[in-house]
């Protein structure tokens, strides 16, 4: 008899997943330490115990409680075989240095999102976040059917991980803002905390950027270290009391129409796995995509119901600004892609797909004019 092709065994694998991340969906995100599996001895003896530093809190919804839901869901699928054990950014690894802890194999996997590895691996801030780039459903199937994935592995394989997309959420806001911003001038000598691309645009406008790991940012905001920051969706932000001290909060967030989340694994330790663990691996974080989008969508109306009675303005960007913005995004794009030939192939990967994406998307969605 023919062996089994790897997309026969991952057909196999992927009935039983999706079973058992059924059962586990259905399930409230659980609180840290408290199982979602349920009581009584485990089917399989455990194949895999990881410790998974992650760069965002759990308690934080939507950009820091998947991880959660990815643990259950794993442990669930393999019937006990496979646990991811979460840690909170800075117990183990800080939180914007898990690649390289993972690389080290300090840690066997991580959490975390790629743009904080634009330093040294400069397409990652493409795999993490584009400025006026895709929506998350576009940045879903260029990733899984537009050539995304081979190239994101091709890339990291080289610095020793093997990344899996495991979490998604929609557009951040612009960001939260002392006093209001009506022109590029506005930016000039602004100490603002930014990330990824979106903070070299800044820079080029005269903004000094900083960056800032999540929980640092109310302390920085708070005693005037900084002017504003961007970070996240509402829900998150409230929940860091950014509009406590900066009551104009801007939109759209042009900076990150998508934020893409990974679950990073040493590439060594990943390719020793059996191939029904990867394979479930692989199909738990692809749950977790649609269950991270589904979530981010949901929690963010009731925030943005609360901004009037908290006296928050929620202000768009001057359309000026913002098509300046545009223009200057554009060039960095460029320089970056001149300057390093990874983050031109990704560049021009995303772009190709979304020339013949623009086609489908411009016929077959209703515009919004409300």
Known sequence: MARRTLSQRAALVAVIVAFAVGVVSSLALRPRGQTAVAAGPALTAIRIKWRVPAAFGTNLKALGDNILYVADAAKGASGGAIELVPYEPGEIVPALAIVDAVRDAKVSAGYTWLGYDQGKIPASALIAAVPFGMTPWEFMAWWYDGGGRALT????????????????????????????????????GLK?????????????????????????????????????????????????????????????????PFTSFHLVVNLDRWQALQVADQVLLDTVCAAGVTRNLARGEALQGPVLARFEDKGIAARSIPKALLAELERVTDEVLEAEAARDADFDRVLRSQRAFRRDYARWQRLAYLSRTD
């Not at 612009?174 to 590029?184: D, Q, V």
């Open 153 to 188: 592995e091709s890339i990291y394989h080289d610095y020793g991980v093997h990344p899996l997309l495991c979490g998604i959420i929609g557009p951040e806001t612009a960001g939260w803002f002392r006093k209001p911003i009506e022109s590029a001038a506005d930016l000039v």
């Open 192 to 256: 603002i905390r930014f990330a990824g691309i979106g903070g070299q645009v800044l820079e080029r406008l005269g903004a000094s950027v900083t960056m800032l790991p999540g929980g640092e940012i109310f302390q920085a905001l708070e005693k005037g270290a900084i002017d504003a920051t961007e970070y996240s969706l509402p829900v998150v932000d409230e929940m860091l009391g950014f509009d406590r001290v900066a009551p104009f909060n801007y939109f759209p967030g042009w900076h990150q």
